[in-house]
């Protein structure tokens, strides 16, 4: 198949990452199955695995670097995407060509007929990367969780060091014991003879965690730290313990000062994989090309507009934190959201300090049956006094709030990853453009 017959093909199948949000069996019986009949490729290398309900993603591409400045070559699978499905897969934080990911998928649908019934839209991405990272002979691959982890697709892996970030309201009705169940179930990536690095500090929850099958575990705050944590023009500079050693003045080029304890998690985990300390210029090295897409990422600049997919109240709440101590405005604020509907409208707003804002444009995430209508989001925001306006595309409601920005002021468009990434898709076609229009321009010239 190609890529557009690949991605054909796998839209016939059940998307319950888009459709439902949350897995609806609890079995990995299907994984396995169509692992085994590909010739268990998870199986032909070791893995890092990353669960958490934020800061996976900035986890996993912070341990990338950190893999691929020591001279590895690491394959890396996250979800969901901003723009394009490519990104997913990754070798080296490069994404999946279209020809590798069509010949991936094309492996995958080769098996299905001899499947006990069809695998879902998930499970056929996470078989497709474990048979490219096979194909391509990656030494590591670092594996972030799609949800929760006990159940989740990719825990047909037996890591040697699986990480947990942190424990935060996503994907629960908040019943009675809502963290210690989320916890217990992050907790089931943890293998027997393993290292668990854990970033959730809460002493509640310590038992569900002291009760997991590794042979160690390294605490945050006790067998490493976050020492220093400061503001540096372009994202921070950090001071970090680990159980190897010390590590002063790593320069981070990320905002927000939730994104040390990513880092430190990060490193650790890559100490407990090499079983030694870091090379000081290395991580150095590895921290200072380190970039998050949709992570408090500046697309533009005059006015500024910023993207951040903080998507639960506690992703917000680290954006609302990040834009008071990092971001300086002496004009006005302008915040572009979108929501989905399994989100508290109101709670969302509050974490994302939309009172705050000069003006709340509300819009519709595309792409998502579960998106929450712009005008329902606005009921609310107008509810809590917020100046409101309803642009329901994403794209056009950033238009409308650059068109109202003067230079000096920001743009924040936050809620769902779906409308950020298509706004960064946009912005992504606008920068290609403009550089197709100046390569073409130096072509007449030479001319």
């Known amino acids: 198949m190609n890529l557009r017959d690949a991605l054909a093909w796998l839209d016939r199948h059940i998307n319950l990452e888009a459709n439902a949000g949350r897995p609806t069996g609890a079995s990995l019986d299907r994984m396995r199955e169509m692992a085994r009949v590909l010739g268990d490729p998870q199986t032909a290398y070791p893995s890092i695995h990353l669960t958490g309900t934020n800061g996976k993603g900035s986890t996993a591409r912070i341990t990338t670097a950190l893999l691929g400045t020591s001279g590895l070559s690491v394959g890396t699978y996250t979800s969901p995407h901003l723009e ?10 490069d994404p999946i060509s279209d020809e590798d990911l069509a010949a991936a998928f094309s492996a995958v649908a080769a098996i299905e007929p001899m499947l006990d019934g069809p695998p879902s839209h998930f499970e056929i991405l996470t078989a497709a990367a474990f048979h490219w990272f096979a194909d391509v002979a990656v030494d590591v691959a670092v594996l972030e969780v799609g949800l929760l982890g006990r159940w989740d697709c990719t ?32 907790v089931g990536i943890v293998k027997p003879g393993s290292t668990f690095v854990l970033g959730e500090t809460d002493p509640e929850l310590r038992d569900i965690f002291e009760a997991a099958p590794a042979e160690r575990m390294w605490v ?6 976050v020492v220093g944590n400061r503001v540096a023009v372009g994202g921070r500079l950090v001071d970090l313990r680990t159980p190897g050693g010390s590590y002063d003045d790593v320069f981070l080029p ?5 994104q040390a304890d990513n880092a430190a998690c990060a490193l650790v985990a890559v100490e407990a994989f090499f079983g030694r300390a870091l090379d000081e210029d290395l991580v150095f090295e590895a921290f200072g090309q380190v970039t998050v897409p949709g ?17 639960n109240p506690d992703g917000a709440e680290s954006l609302t934190a990040a834009l008071a101590e990092s971001f300086t405005v002496v004009g006005s604020r302008y915040l572009v959201v979108g929501l989905l509907a399994q989100q508290d409208t109101e709670e969302m707003l509050v974490a994302l300090g939309a009172a705050d804002f000069d003006l709340v444009v509300c819009c519709t995430p595309p792409g998502s049956p579960r998106a929450r209508a712009a005008g329902d989001v606005a009921v609310v925001a107008e509810m809590l006094g917020v100046a409101t306006e309803v642009v329901p595309d994403p794209v056009e409601a950033v238009a409308r709030a650059v068109a109202l920005a003067d230079e000096e002021d920001l743009v924040v468009v936050a809620g769902s990853i779906y409308v950020v990434g298509a706004v960064r898709a946009a912005y992504s076609r606008q920068a290609a453009e403009l550089a197709r229009r100046q390569q073409a321009a130096s072509e007449r010239d030479e001319d």
């Open 84 to 93: 394009r499905i490519n990104e997913r897969m990754s070798r080296n934080l």
């Open 155 to 186: 825990n047909i892996v037996d890591a040697p060091v699986a990480v947990l970030t942190r424990v935060a309201a996503d994907h629960t009705d908040r019943s009675e014991g809502w963290r210690r169940a989320i916890a217990d179930e992050k």
């Open 220 to 225: 945050r705050d006790e067998d490493f730290a």
């Open 254 to 258: 990320l905002h927000g000062a939730h």
């Open 295 to 311: 992570r408090l990422e500046p697309v533009a600049h005059s006015p500024s507009v910023l993207l951040d997919a903080a998507h």
